[in-house]
């Protein structure tokens, strides 16, 4: 599992002091770039050396428990599913250090287009090749 630092700042929070609930798509879309990064995949590269992107086409949250201001937190990335023109992750925004309490629970699918017609293609291989899928408890 994959797992990046996140902290909570003022602009991130509402009016009663806790995380606004777009700023959790904001830590979960970079939590994902940096998954990709250190895979070997910069979103520079995907654009120029492959000409792709990913794009999400669809996202279930569970908001379990609120974050507030100057809470360290880290979103975490593990991949459900691999298919050839798409990726499905589970995603989790937690509390830093803590395996158990899940603030939010995500289930996201991103599709990988061409960006010369902005349609769906096939992951390119070198992505396909070294993204590892999670198997599930249940069939462990």
Do not use: N
């Amino acid at each position: 599992m994959f797992s990046w630092p996140i902290r909570v700042y003022y602009e991130d929070t509402d009016l009663s002091g806790v995380v606004y609930h777009a700023g959790y798509l904001r830590y979960l879309e970079r939590a994902r770039t940096e998954w990709l990064r250190a895979l070997g995949f910069s979103q520079e590269r995907l654009k120029t050396e492959l000409g792709v992107a990913f794009t999400v086409v669809s996202m279930e949250i569970d908001f379990r428990r609120p974050a507030r201001l100057d809470d360290c937190l880290e979103a975490t990335v593990e991949v459900e599913v691999r298919k050839r023109a798409s990726l499905g992750f589970v995603q989790t925004v937690r509390y830093a250090g803590d395996d158990r309490t899940e603030l939010v629970r995500v289930r996201a699918r991103v599709a990988c287009v061409d960006l010369a017609g902005f349609k769906p293609c096939a992951l390119p291989e070198a992505i396909y090749s070294v993204v590892e899928v999670r198997v599930p408890e249940e069939h462990k």
